[in-house]
Every structure is written in C-alpha cells, then in structure tokens.
C-alpha cells in the first residue's frame, strides 16, 4: 500500500513540475516576445509610419532628392569597394591562421578582432591624423594633391577598418572544423595551390564565406562614426546614408529624415534574408555532415 502511495505522490510531483516548467516556458517566450516587440519592432514600425506621414509624394520627393540620391551612391560606393577587400583579407588571413602553424599566428588573430574593441570614432581620429591636412602624412599629400581625408578614401578606409573581421571571424573556424585532410590528399595526387582552392576549398567554404559577406555589407552600409570623422559632413559629396539622416533630423527635417532611414531599413531587411537564407544552408551542411 505504501509504495503505491509513493508512486502516486511521485507522478503527481511530476505533473507539478511540467506544469512549473511549461508555466516558465509561457513566461520566458511571452518577455522575450514583448522585449522583440517594444525594442525592435515598435522603432520599425514609428520608422515607416513617420516616412509616410505626409503621404506617398513627400516620402518618394525625399528619397529622389540630389542629396539623398548622392548618399546612396556614396554608401553604395563605400561598400562595393570594402566588401570585396574584406572578401579577399578574410580568405587569405583564414586560411593562413587554420592551415598553417606559424610565429605571430595569436597576434594576427588577434588583430583581426582589433576592430570588435576600438571605437569607431577613435578609427577616424586614427586616419585623421595619419592623412589629415596637420598629420603625420599630411603635407606629402598635400603637395602632391592627393585628398584622402573629407573625400572618398577616408570614407572607404573608415569602412574597411570597421568591417575587417566579418569574413574572417566567420571562415576560421569553419576551415579550422574542417581540417587539412582534403587538401593533403590533392597536394599527394599533384594537385597545385589554386587547384586545391577553387575545387576543394571553396565549395567546403562558399555558404559561410556568403555568410561572412553578407554581415560586413550590413556593417558597411549602417556605420556612422568612423565615417563621420573622416567625411566632413559635405552635403552631396562626402555623406553616406546615415549621415544624410543625421543631418536631416539636426535640421528638424524628421519627414525626408525617416523617409530616408526607412530606405536604409529596406536595404537591411534584404540583408537579412540573405543572411538567415545563408544561415540556413550553413546549418543544412552541418547536419548533413554529422549523418
């Protein structure tokens, strides 16, 4: 009698603990779903719905403005150069730190975490004094007419420096998981360096390397404080997107301002479809991988 007693003062504080724990489970999946809702999809949503305070024709005269359109073209600059740089450093300085054992491999590591720790205004500051008017670079620039500071350069160093470890924090532990065995196996059948890359490497590679382009174009086309140091904030000329915002909202602008923020909010939104599409062929891989 008294073990069936105990069996059933078990199984009933065994129902009270599911029901505690799916009880916390609501809790924990409600406060996630409000934090969600009140911190990221509520400034999304005063974003578009401030655009489009005045209707379809301010919002479009907004983003069709010259120097709306020249921001765009900047950001647009700013990124195509940048990205396919990092692409490439990101390749090569994954493959050097995953492939090879070698004096300073730590310290190139952790240089390519350097941006992840540096402010991105002490960046511009960095470039203004190496290539500004009253830097260390200044004068020889200077006479040979050369304009890197509050002009396009500076704006796609700034981006590079800040969009550095995007591919190549995403590829060295891939390439780490994967090993040498491959490529070992192709050097032995006389295979050459660009051989083993093209056929071997990259196909084992190619869906994180698209993850990897995907965050630096994101980093890219959202940064504001390195580039801010380093544009001058020349209407037209040297402002990116971001800084077009800034410089509208300052001027109490707040229509064209969220108008033009909401065309940044598009472009993020594409990037993140890229991103959660790539995602999802990494995770494909890997579970096909473990089978």
Request: charged fraction near 15%; aromatic fraction near 10%.
């Amino acid at each position: 009698m008294s073990s069936i007693s105990l069996t059933a003062t078990a199984s009933t504080s065994a129902n009270a603990a599911r029901r505690g724990n799916a009880l916390g489970r609501r809790l924990l999946i409600i406060s996630a779903w409000l934090v969600f809702a009140l911190f990221l999809l509520l400034p999304l949503v005063i974003v578009v719905s401030e655009a489009l305070k005045l209707g379809f024709g301010t919002f479009f005269e907004a983003i069709f403005e010259p120097d709306a359109i020249a921001a765009l073209k900047l950001t647009l600059i700013a990124v195509g150069i940048s990205v396919p740089l990092n692409l490439v450093f990101g390749v090569a300085a994954a493959w050097c730190v995953s492939k090879y054992e070698f004096r300073g491999k730590s310290i190139l590591v952790t240089l390519i975490d350097l941006p992840f720790s540096v402010s991105p205004v002490i960046a511009g500051l960095i470039y203004v004094l190496l290539f500004g008017a009253q830097g260390y670079f200044g004068e020889w620039l200077s006479d040979r007419d050369i304009q890197i500071i509050f002009a396009v350069p500076g704006i796609v160093l700034a981006t590079l420096f800040v969009t550095v470890p995007f591919v190549a924090r995403e590829l060295i532990p891939l390439m780490q998981e994967q090993g040498t065995t491959e490529e070992e196996a192709a050097r032995l059948l006389g295979a050459s360096g660009w051989q083993m890359f093209w056929h071997i490497t990259l196909p084992n590679i190619k869906w994180g390397l698209v993850y990897g382009v995907v965050l630096c174009t994101a980093r890219a086309m959202g940064e504001f404080g390195a580039v801010s140091v380093v544009s001058g904030h020349i209407r037209g000329l040297t402002n990116t997107l971001p800084l077009h915002v800034e410089i509208l909202y300052n001027e109490y602008n707040h229509v064209a301002a969220f108008s033009v923020a909401s065309l940044l909010l598009a472009l993020a939104l594409v990037i993140l479809l890229l991103k959660q599409w790539s995602e999802s062929r990494i995770n494909r891989l890997k579970a096909t991988a473990e089978e």
